[in-house]
């Protein structure tokens, strides 16, 4: 299958952490890349890799991978973390496509 | 510092074409190799990949997409531009472009620049 699959919502209380997962068989083969979307706001690329992070992206956020799982955790999560966040992969099926996840829905209380 | 903006018309009619350009600033298009992708997202869903390019002018498509899409590059504007045909009211969404990277240490591949998106709406 070339589906990735999130939990639609999460909440965590701000300056506690939260971790969102994301779910496909492409994962086995390629590492994902996490997005923050806020309203109105393009996509921003905040890991990618096994764990980087680009340029300007607070060390607060952190990737990890194991088998068919990847996961971004936020660690002490702060107002402007609530956000949507959505994992990508490259489909690892033949075709060179990418799939992105369902999608996320973070509160920060 | 590498921008994208999109452009094009905001309304199509249900059966037209619709047609995107996404001009590149802040270095040139040829330059390293990267990828330039385009996404879209519907009103309240998720992020759909289109298709990519090379400046080769090397194309993947999103098989369910292949049939009405065909992406092409202006290198000498800096640009590169998508085609949907056969336009439904299923394709109004907010569509944006992307250059992807690849990371050769971990092989993963990653959008690093996005456009601020443009919204289309298909409709009579």
């Known amino acids: 299958s070339s589906e990735l699959t999130q939990d639609p919502a999460v909440s965590v209380a701000l300056g506690q952490t939260v971790r969102i997962t994301c779910q496909g068989d492409?994962?086995?083969?390629?590492?994902a890349s996490w997005y923050q979307q806020k309203p109105g706001q393009a996509p921003v690329l905040v890991i990618y890799g096994k764990n980087n992070r680009p340029s300007g992206i607070p060390d607060r956020f952190s990737g990890s991978s194991s088998g068919n799982t990847a996961s971004l955790t936020i660690t002490g999560a702060q107002a402007e973390d609530e956000a949507d966040y959505y994992c990508n992969s490259r489909d690892s099926s033949g075709n060179h496509r990418y799939v992105f996840g369902t999608g996320t829905k973070v509160t920060v209380l | 510092q590498v921008q994208l903006q999109e452009s094009g018309p905001g309304l199509v009619k249900p059966s037209q074409t619709l047609s995107l350009t996404c001009t590149v600033s802040?270095?040139?298009?040829?330059?390293?190799?990267?990828?330039w992708s385009w996404i879209r997202q519907p009103a309240g869903k998720g992020l759909e990949w289109i298709g990519r390019i090379y400046t080769s002018g090397s194309t993947n498509y999103n098989p369910s997409l292949k049939s009405r899409v065909t992406i092409s590059v202006d290198t000498s504007k800096n640009q590169f531009s998508l085609k949907l045909s056969s336009v439904t009211a299923a394709d109004t969404a907010v569509y944006y472009c992307?250059?992807?990277?690849?990371?050769?240490?971990?092989?993963?591949?990653?959008?690093?620049?996005w456009g601020q998106g443009t919204l289309v709406t298909v409709s009579s």
């Open positions: 492409s994962l086995r083969s390629y590492y």
């Open positions: 992307a250059r992807e990277d690849y990371d050769y240490v971990w092989g993963s591949y990653y959008f690093d620049y």
């Open positions: 802040g270095g040139s298009i040829s330059s390293g190799s990267y990828y």
